[in-house]
């Protein structure tokens, strides 16, 4: 894995203005702002090689962009999966130091709307522009966050997308691609950004562990992978406030410092809700609730993931799981602690004797 440049000159500012007065992060920050920036910008891949994961993708990419035939874009997946900084990188490798000439980057806190698009995009797309000696003449521009364009605006730019092919590419970002209307995905071509498998999550942050110096068990490191989902944003935010709370990282200090329960407090607490009587159940788990500042939601959420892997008839788990969809939905609403969590007893009482009769 490539290294990533800190020798930061001062006189360059990290924010640059675009065409039409955006800012986009693309250089280095001044040795003075290094400490103090967020991990997931200090480390924010830099080049098209240090994005980690998405092999195919990237390389695709990386081609297009080297012949000079880079089509329309539309990257989408869930966030913290790189499809910010991919395209930063392409920006970069396409027109150096001079990319503020030739990229226009709107995101979801512009406004988009239908105004937008027929001026400010116009504008921009239909104005001649000079290389300064990059590779490509042709402009680009970045509608981070698009799936939060109106319709109305999406529509619009339909036109715009083809009328200036010539000299301007558009990237289209987004999580949620079916919010992207079918003849805007019909101009770009698609690029899917999955959750980043453990061992990408695990390699990138080894990388961040061996720069900053920290010492971080192997178990510890597990917790990241486990609490990161695949969002390497998440993974080094966790990191980072880990790192800030305790100077020795094993996976107590990770999961004290998010706030999640150990798997070995699911796992007694399931021991609870499949041995002990409904009382003693309910009480028990409010103490340990109480003493370790757990969130009942987070509780719920890792005990519907622990009863996939324990062994019980298929009827009982699949009303066990459904009744706790309801209690994690009617949480999301903000109803009451206690009844959920008697709600959460009550499901794994029926879960119980459901298994008795199935037993006899
Ligand atoms: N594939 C990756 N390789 C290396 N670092 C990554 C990768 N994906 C995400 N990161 C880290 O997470 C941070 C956020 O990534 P990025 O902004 O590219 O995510 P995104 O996919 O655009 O997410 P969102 O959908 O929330 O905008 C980056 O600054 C980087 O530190
Ligand atoms: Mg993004």
Redesign the pocket.
Known sequence: MSSYPMEIDDSSSPEKTTAKGKTLILEDPPSGQVKATP???????QSLA?????RDIVDTIDRLTNENKLPHLL?Y??????????I?AVARKLYGTHYHNMILELNASDDRGIDVVRQQIQDFASTQSFSFGAKSLVKLVLL??ADAMTKDAQFALRRVIEKYTKSTRFAL???HVNKIIPALQSRCTRFR?AP?NAT?VKE?LQHVIKAEGLDVSDSGLEAFVRLSNG???K??NILQSTHMASQTITEEAVYLCTGNPMPKDIEQICFWLLNEPFAASFRYISEIKMKKGLALVDIVREVTMFIFNIKMPSDARVQLINDLADIEYRLSFGCNDKLQLGALVTGFSHARCSMVAAAK
Do not use: Q
Request: with cysteine; proline share 8%.
């Open positions: 991990w997931v910008e200090k480390y924010r891949p240090d994005v980690a994961a998405h990257l997946g869930p966030p913290g999966t790189g499809k910010t900084s991919t930063l981070d966050e970002i987004c999580n950004f980043l990408h990138r969002d390497m944003r993974a080094l």
